[in-house]
């Protein structure tokens, strides 16, 4: 398949997913379709599908019409269908499910995929579906859930290529014709010794552009990366980004290797992390966007509460100088905009450092460095923006000591808010908290209560 | 190498990167070593690291060090090394550096890494570099640099493996048994007609488990994924996560295939476009981590300024209510909350929906419905913030009315916030304008504005 692309804007209409199958004709198509239990239809729109595709129409569908094409497959469900769909909408599929249908499909799965789909049920629904699963398919399953979340353990892909370095590439070639249980999907493999420790891998490519009589020992690289089985997936997928890696061997506490784990499952871990990230700073859940009304409802009021705290503190700054505020209503005008420009230096600061944490950016190394930059940005733009809105306030009111305390007061909470901004992130990664979860409560108070104080307690001492 | 991890939380410090060999200990022993001259020192420490962990070792150090350390590597700088700094560091590194010097081991590189490398530099470095290359490398490059920035082109790697449909197994792997120029990794092989066109492509793992005398045509996958060298890298990136891809083959306006791209680039370009949507939001520079505090500071200056004017203009509005607050000065404790709540209601869905359509899973299928969805959150969440701040400002000033105008004003700002947050983005990529980057300074404007509007509004005509 070509994949085009429409290059006139007007046909374009600002989506770009039309390089895609999975267009809003098909889509709506395929309601048109179940709505009218056109079984043969149906079967003519999907047959041409990636499982991913399949996956994406599951997704863009209603509930109503979701519970209708679940239905419809059934236990023809294919499992790559499963193991691509978002986790929210997987949750409702299962529930719609026989638990022996989905015991069958899953059993069909590599054990990567059934862990990945099997690990975000709830738990009486994953003992259900695990009791279903044929004998040897379960302890494999068992095994795989018995890994850490998000550990390289639940990446892990058992079947891997290994044989022993005396072997010749012939004789590798021949086993790969002659052996049935070869993984789908492999890229390197691996060399290890009697008692299955890693001694070195060898890329196919390598092994195919080698005459038949080298040893195997003599062409593989004897540095492989391999990673131990409970090390957090940020840090499997940091080594692969890091090493341009394909595929990596995962080893158990005896050095022994156990499985392997591919590229297609760590691109997707970069992708969640990175979106844990951003969603995450925003005080909004994962799996907020495929989330119903009512669970996204609750995770989100939970942020806006804690944010109301915050909120009512500010407000507490402010009960402090209401007889300020009474004899010169000028600074309720302004203050404002003091707690609002540091809240979005704050913000700025923040998310550069909590990004840089993410990337190992932000390391021992350079933490003093980056501390002494953040402030000297923060004093720069604190200065211009000072300057501005001094001089504005001055104008606006014709009061030029206003402008003065607008100015002093916007310094001091750009400066604070740089500060907060840089420091808070890294403090709470020192103490193992997310920064990307807790930093902005932290920036945000800060820099309301110091913006709505400095500005109002100036104004006390130098206007009244 | 297999890659350890300490366990215990003592050794651990909250700090993940241990896992790697650039520890805080060798970028101190390497500072120490440059600022003694100590020749024999930095080569035995830096003799044993990969490319990408002596180009971290480059970005951890600062300015005076790095030019030490680039001074002393000077043209025996490893291509690999450069590929993978960063852009300000890589900036730092190239005028440091002699242009003889840098074409020479820009000469080294595949052509996509040479791209990459010259892609982001000023146009006269540019050139000046490119004029030292020779000549076949300078043309290719210059063709690399002519294809969109951020497009396939600009990924696109050459060198590739393709065969003629009618060739076996067998003469396929003579064919890498003797061709010295093959790509250093690559993961399948393109059958192609004569006139270039791809027909299929076959894994390498498939070739290598194959007899020797089956045609190669009737082992290829022949749908195989293709994308024209124009489509944006964000497609790209999406194409390889759907379809779980290692290598893709791109092809120029006459479906003719002129190269491919490997899977280690896109998870560069996905690492990089995550990063891009949350600086973004945050009103920072996509490069903001590794800019000078000049560079960091201008670029972020820009943003405050443009929030100003926001901030500016929430202030006009309680300037309008001046003289309710004058004789209520509770208006003015309590209004910064109904702006603040908006804020951050806002600023939930407004992520959510930025990711959303950066994965493709708001599209024109189900966006009527995620839009009704978005206002029900927001009308609960509104509901429940309502209650609780009514509640809370009733006790406070032992005033009902207020506390009620209080809860209705942050119903009303909830709501709208919520519908800013899911139309203001939808909006914006309809018209081709990132959402990532300007969504929030609208989102701000309407939250802030209804918010003091509301709030300020009400209580005029209800309180006073």
């Not at 001694?199 to 390598?206: F, H, I, M, Q, R």
């Amino acid at each position: 398949m070509t994949i085009n692309t429409k290059n006139s804007a007007v046909e374009n209409e600002g989506q770009t997913n039309d390089v895609l199958p999975v267009t809003h004709e098909l889509v709506t198509e395929i309601i048109h379709a179940l709505e009218n239990q056109d079984k043969t239809q149906i079967e003519f729109l999907l047959e041409p599908l990636h499982s991913a595709d399949v996956a994406d129409i599951f997704e863009q569908l209603n509930e109503f019409d979701r519970r209708l094409l679940t239905n419809f497959i059934g236990v023809n469900m294919e499992p790559d269908v499963l193991s691509e769909l978002d986790d929210s909408t997987l949750g409702h599929v299962i529930d719609e499910m026989d638990d022996k249908d989905i015991a069958h499909v899953i059993s069909k799965m590599e054990i990567d995929d059934a862990v990945h789909v099997l690990q975000d049920l709830e738990d009486e629904d994953q003992q259900k579906i695990i009791n279903e699963l044929p004998a040897d398919g379960r302890l494999a399953v068992e095994e795989g859930l018995s890994f850490p979340e998000d550990s390289a353990g639940r990446l892990l892909q058992r079947n891997l290529v290994s044989v022993p370095g005396d072997w010749s590439v012939g004789k590798v070639i021949d086993y790969f014709r002659t052996d049935d249980d070869l993984p789908d999907e492999f890229y390197e493999v691996f060399i290890v010794d009697p008692m299955h420790h890693p001694l070195g891998t060898v890329a196919l490519n390598k092994i195919i552009r080698t005459n038949r009589d080298v040893l195997i020992s003599d062409i593989m690289d004897s540095d492989p990366k391999v990673v131990p089985v409970e090390l957090d997936q940020e840090e499997v997928a940091y080594l692969f980004k890091q090493y341009d890696l394909t595929s990596m061997g995962v080893v158990d506490n005896s050095g022994r290797l156990i499985g392997m784990i591919t590229v297609d499952d760590v691109v997707d871990v970069i992708d969640e992390e990175a979106e844990e990230d951003l969603l995450r700073m925003a005080g909004v859940h994962d799996s907020d966007i495929t989330e119903s009304v009512f669970e996204a409802s609750k995770h989100r009021v939970i942020w806006l509460l804690i944010n109301l705290v915050t909120a009512i503190l500010a407000s507490g700054v402010i009960a402090l100088f209401d007889a300020s505020i009474e004899q010169m209503v000028a600074l309720a005008i302004l203050m404002p905009i003091v707690a609002s420009m540091g809240g979005n230096a704050g913000t700025q600061t923040m998310t550069v450092t909590v990004r840089a944490l993410a990337t190992h950016d932000l390391t021992p190394s350079n933490t003093k460095r980056i501390i002494f930059r953040e402030f000297f940005i923060a004093a720069l733009n604190g200065a211009v923006i000072a300057i501005v809105i001094g001089g504005l306030s001055w104008f606006w009111f014709s009061n030029m000591a206003l402008g003065g305390v607008m100015a002093a007061a916007m310094m001091i909470n750009i400066v604070m808010a740089g500060l907060s901004g840089i420091l808070i992130p890294i403090i709470l990664d020192k103490i193992n908290i997310d920064p990307a979860l807790a930093s902005s409560i932290f920036v945000t108070t800060i820099t309301d209560v110091v913006g709505f104080f400095a500005f109002l307690g100036l104004a006390a001492i130098v206007l009244l």
